[in-house]
């Protein structure tokens, strides 16, 4: 089975890229699957996100509800 990514349905029926377009555009991991994304440090899961370029200030606000968002997931 093909791992999830960005595209895929995996959280409340819709994909990160319906859920956060501007962020899909500058990401380097448009095409990697969640397991490539992060690593286990000791019982938690760490994203490690890659971004095309450095973000702008509006988007780093992006950045910041990605992140709280996944980590409720």
């Known amino acids: 089975m093909k791992g999830l990514n960005w595209i895929d349905e995996w959280v409340e029926g819709a994909s990160l890229t319906i859920k956060f377009p501007r962020l ?3 990401s380097e991991q ?4 969640i397991g490539k994304m992060g690593f286990w440090r000791e019982d938690k899961w760490c994203w490690n996100l890659r971004w095309r370029r450095s973000p702008f200030e509006w988007e780093s606000v992006l950045i910041i509800q990605l992140n709280i968002f996944l980590s409720s997931v």
Request: charged share 45%; aromatic share 14%.
């Open 24 to 26: 899909f555009l500058i």
């Open 30 to 33: 448009r095409e990697e699957v």
